[in-house]
C-alpha cells in the first residue's frame, strides 16, 4: 500500500508538472506569435520623430572631465536630428534624499555651454537612486525623505537646469510614496516654469504580471497599466525604460517594444510628453541580449505601436540610453529610421 501511494504520488505529481510544462510552453508560444503579429507589416510613414527626443548624458559631463570641443562634439552629433532633452546625470542622490554638491562641479559650465551651442536644448538635471525595499536605498514612503528630494531638485534647478529628470529604481506598482514625491518635486518644477521628467518600467505586458514578479523574485520590474498612468497624470515627461526585456531577438523585442508603445500610449495624456527609450548600449545577459535589443529593432517597433495606436500624436519621442555607450551604428540607426536623415 505504501509503494502503491508513493508511486501513485509521483506519477500525479509527473502529471502536474507536464501539464505545468504544456501550459507554460503553449503560454510562451502563443505570447511569441502575438510579439511576432506586432512587429510584423510595414511602419506608418508619418511614424516618425516630431522633435521630442532625448538622450541620457553620463556623469563625465559635469564632473570636470569634459571640454568646451566635447560640447561642440555633442552639437554637431545632434545636430538636425529630434533630440531636444538632456539628461545629464547630476546625482546620485544620497540614500536620504540629499544631493552632495560635490558631485558635479561642473553642472553651471555644462547648463551654459550646453545652451549655447544647443540653441532650444532643454538640460535637465538627471537624479536618482536605488529604492527600498528591494535595496538599500531611497525610502519613498517617508515623508522626510521626500521632502529632502523635492530640495535636492530645488537644488539642481539653481545651477541652471531646465527641469528635472527622476530616475528612481525600482518603485513598486501601486506605490504611495512615489506619487506623493512626484506631487512634491512637481509643485517645485511647477513654480520655477520648468519640466518634471521621469523614467518608467515597462508596463504589464499580461495583467497582473507585476505582482506575479514580486511575489516569485521579489522584484518589481513592472507596473500596472493604471499605476503607469497615475504616475503619466503628475509629471510632464515620462520615459519608458524599453529595454531589458530578455528577448532573445529581434522580432520579439521589437514586437515588445511595439506593444509596450501601445500600453504607454492608451493612457498617457496627451499633453505629456511620452518618450520611449532606445538600447544604446551592449550587454549579453539573461536581462538583455544584446544581438536582439538592437536601437533599430526598438525603433521600428515604436513606429509599429505609435502608427496604430495614436497616429499624428505630437507629444511623443524616444531617448537614447546611453551616450557613453553608443555606437556610431546606434546613432545612425536613430538617424535615419526615426529621424529619417542620410546616416
Do not use: N
Not at 151 to 165: C, N, R, T, V
Not at 184 to 190: I, P, Y
Not at 241 to 251: A, C, E, F, R
Request: glycine share 10%; charged share 20%; aromatic share 8%.
Amino acid at each position: 500500500m505504501s509503494r502503491w501511494r508513493k508511486a501513485f504520488t509521483w506519477r500525479r505529481a509527473s502529471v502536474v508538472l507536464l501539464v505545468f510544462v504544456c501550459v507554460v510552453l503553449t503560454v510562451v508560444g502563443a505570447a511569441g506569435i502575438v510579439l511576432r503579429l506586432e512587429y510584423a507589416g510595414e511602419p506608418a510613414a508619418d511614424a516618425r520623430t516630431s522633435g521630442r527626443d532625448a538622450v541620457w548624458l553620463g556623469h563625465a559631463w559635469v564632473d570636470g572631465r569634459k571640454t568646451d570641443d566635447d560640447v561642440a562634439a555633442l552639437a554637431t552629433l545632434l545636430r538636425g536630428t529630434g533630440i531636444k532633452d538632456l539628461f545629464v546625470h547630476t546625482g546620485p542622490l544620497a540614500h536620504d534624499g540629499s544631493l552632495p554638491a560635490e558631485l558635479s562641479p561642473r553642472a553651471e559650465w555644462f547648463v551654459d555651454a550646453a545652451h549655447r551651442m544647443l540653441p532650444g536644448a532643454r538640460v535637465q538635471s538627471w537624479l536618482g537612486d536605488l529604492a527600498a525595499p528591494e535595496f538599500d536605498g531611497l525610502q519613498v514612503d517617508r515623508p522626510e525623505v521626500r521632502t529632502r528630494i523635492a530640495a535636492s531638485a530645488q537644488q539642481a534647478l539653481k545651477l541652471g537646469f531646465d527641469g528635472i529628470h527622476l530616475d528612481i529604481e525600482p518603485v513598486r506598482s501601486g506605490s504611495r510614496g512615489f506619487l506623493a514625491l512626484l506631487d512634491q518635486v512637481h509643485a517645485v518644477t511647477a513654480d520655477r516654469k520648468v519640466v518634471l521628467s521621469v523614467s518608467a518600467p515597462q508596463i504589464d505586458p499580461l495583467p497582473g504580471l507585476h505582482a506575479v514578479g514580486i511575489a516569485v523574485a521579489d522584484h518589481g520590474k513592472w507596473w500596472a497599466q493604471a499605476y503607469f498612468a497615475d504616475v503619466a497624470r503628475r509629471v510632464d515627461q515620462v520615459a519608458l525604460m524599453s529595454y531589458d526585456t530578455s528577448m532573445p531577438m529581434v522580432s520579439l523585442y521589437g514586437g515588445y517594444v511595439a506593444q509596450q508603445t501601445e500600453l504607454a500610449l492608451q493612457v498617457t495624456p496627451t499633453a505629456v510628453d511620452l518618450l520611449m527609450g532606445l538600447p544604446a548600449f551592449w550587454a549579453d545577459d539573461l536581462g538583455h541580449h544584446g544581438s536582439a535589443e538592437t536601437v533599430a529593432g526598438a525603433i521600428r517597433g515604436v513606429r509599429m505601436g505609435l502608427g496604430r495606436t495614436a497616429p499624428g500624436r505630437q507629444a511623443f519621442g524616444v531617448a537614447l540610453y546611453v551616450d557613453f555607450a553608443a555606437t556610431q551604428q546606434d546613432w545612425a540607426s536613430y538617424r535615419r529610421d526615426w529621424c529619417g536623415l542620410e546616416s
